[in-house]
């Protein structure tokens, strides 16, 4: 083989290995085959060749190519080099968005529900994500308005927190900083009286866990005291005084109507006048029996009195 020939093979190999770099680098692998397909857009929202065609955020092609339509309408077709092993449906949707915070854009394939593959140099149906500009639109226009109602916020307390407002301010605070360390004293104090009173509470907690048993007794007593009344039958019981104490109120209210001998007995005062004259009597009697005894009694030792 001449110097020449080998010159000519190894420029020619130089070559192909630039071209294939150099699509390589763009993302075109001339050794794998590929399908067209196209996209016709009014607006591509920054779209350029090379960007990559994603399906399910896997990259599967790139575009290829972006022209105007020859009818003079303004829109443009967007020409993807899509592997062809990557199954493509009819409905499917060609959608321009944002690939990053930068304003990069991608091609992102969305399936629809047609399952019918598109053919080589098939029409896509297409759509348009709006900006990151767009996106973030609502949000600034919220943050705009909270900076001016913060500001309003500012400017009403810088005119209502005069002079004397202040003053009152930093009294109630001071006020505050005094009931905090008032309230840290009464926890945490040496003569704290809610320790002491926790110390009495825990102290009574201990007494009554150490007398458990004791308590159980007294329970337990109270449990059978309890079932030796129901024994007992406490209602007739009961029932049996109401009767009695029924009966002594008959007996009280004859009593005090004068009814029976005890209540004429209590009612009639005959009987007590009668009973004081005769001791009236009795007494005069006994005085005149004391100093007139020999007209009561008589004694004959050697015989009759004479008359």
Sequence with gaps: MSKEVKVGLTITLALVALIWGLNYLKGTDLFTSTNNYYAVYNNVGGLVKSNPVILNGFKIGQVEKIEFLEDKSGRMVVKMLINDDVFIPKS??????????????????????????????????????????????????????LVVSLDSLSNSLSTTLNEGSRTSLQRSIANFEKAT??????????????????????????????????????????ATMSDTLAKANL????????????????????????????????????LYYNLNNSAADLDKLLIDLKANPKRYIHFSVFGKKQQ
């Design 235 to 270: 209602a007739s019981t009961l029932e049996n005084a109401n009767k009695a104490l029924a009966q002594t109120n008959q007996i009280m209210t004859k009593i005090n109507n004068g009814q029976g001998s005890l209540g004429l007995l209590l009612n009639n005062d005959s």
């Design 181 to 222: 360390d008032g309230l840290n004293e009464l926890i945490n104090g040496p003569n704290s009286k809610l320790k002491l009173m926790l110390a009495n509470v825990e102290h009574i907690s201990n007494s009554i866990k150490n007398n458990m048993d004791e308590f159980d007794r007294i329970m337990k007593n109270f």
């Design 92 to 145: 499917a949707t060609a959608n321009i968005t944002s690939s990053d915070l930068l304003g990069g854009k991608t091609i992102e394939i969305i399936y629809g529900d047609d399952k019918t593959p598109a053919p080589n140099n098939d029409t896509l149906k297409s759509s348009v994500d709006g900006t990151l500009t767009d996106q973030i639109k609502p949000f600034k226009d919220k943050a705009e308005s």
